[in-house]
C-alpha cells in the first residue's frame, strides 16, 4: 500500500515573514496525505524550526552532483542534512530547460542525494512539442533509464518519481487524469521490467498545474501516488485542499 504524498515546490518564492505564516498554517492543517515543502536554501533552517517534530517534512529543489569542495555557488546533499531535510527534487523541468541539466546530471544529482541519506525526488516529463510529436514515452523512458542505469533500480526502493508535462507546469493547464494515468502506468511498468516489487513500492506523483479542484480525479488514478505542487503550494488552503482530495 502506497502512502500519498504531497509536495509543495515553492520554487523562488517567499521571505522570513511570508514563510512563517504558510508554514504555521500548513504544520496546524488536518492532512490525509504525507506532506512535504521543498523551499529555497536560505529557508532550509526557517523550515527545520517551524516544522520539526510535526508530520510535515521538507526539503529542497536542487542539489550538486559533487560531495564538497571548489564549486562556487553549489550547495551539497550532506549539507541539506545537517537542515534535517527528507526530501530534494532533482532534474526539476526548470533546471533541465533553464540551466542546461542533462539527463547524465540529473542521474549523478540522484545518486549524490542518495548516498547523503537524502530521498531523491526524480522529475521527468515531457514539452508540448514532444507529446505533440507522439514521443512522451519515448521521452520519459530516455530520463527514467539514465537513472536506473546509474543507480539501479533498487535505488527507487528510496526515492519518489514526479511525472510532470513541462506543458502543464505554471500553465494552468493540466493532464487529463486519463493524460497522467497513461504515463504513470507506462513509468511504472518500465521500473517493474527490472524489478516488480520495487515498482509496486514506488511513488508516482503528477505535477502540474494541480489544484483543489482537478486533484481528486487526478489523485484516484490507479498509479498515481500524490502530487509535486508548485504555485499552489503558496497557499495554504489550496495546499492543503489537495492533500485532502487524496
Ligand atoms: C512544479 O513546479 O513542479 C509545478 C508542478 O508547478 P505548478 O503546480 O505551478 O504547475
Redesign the pocket.
Known sequence: MRTKLVAG?W?MNGSLALNAELLKAVRAGKAAAELAVCVPFPYLAQAQAELHGSHVTWGAQDISAQAQGAFTGEVSASMLTDFGCTYV?VG???RRTLHGETDAVVAAKFAAAQSAGLIPVL?IGETLAERESNITAEVVTRQLEAVLAKSGVAAFANAVI?Y?PVW????GLTATPAQAQDVHALIRARVARDDATVAAGVRILY????KPGNARELMQQADIDG???????LVATDFLGIANAC
Open positions: 515546490n520554487k527534487l526539476h523541468s526548470e522529475c514526479a510532470e502543464a507546469i505554471g500553465t505535477g502540474g498545474s494541480m502530487g509535486l505542487i508548485g504555485g499552489a503550494a
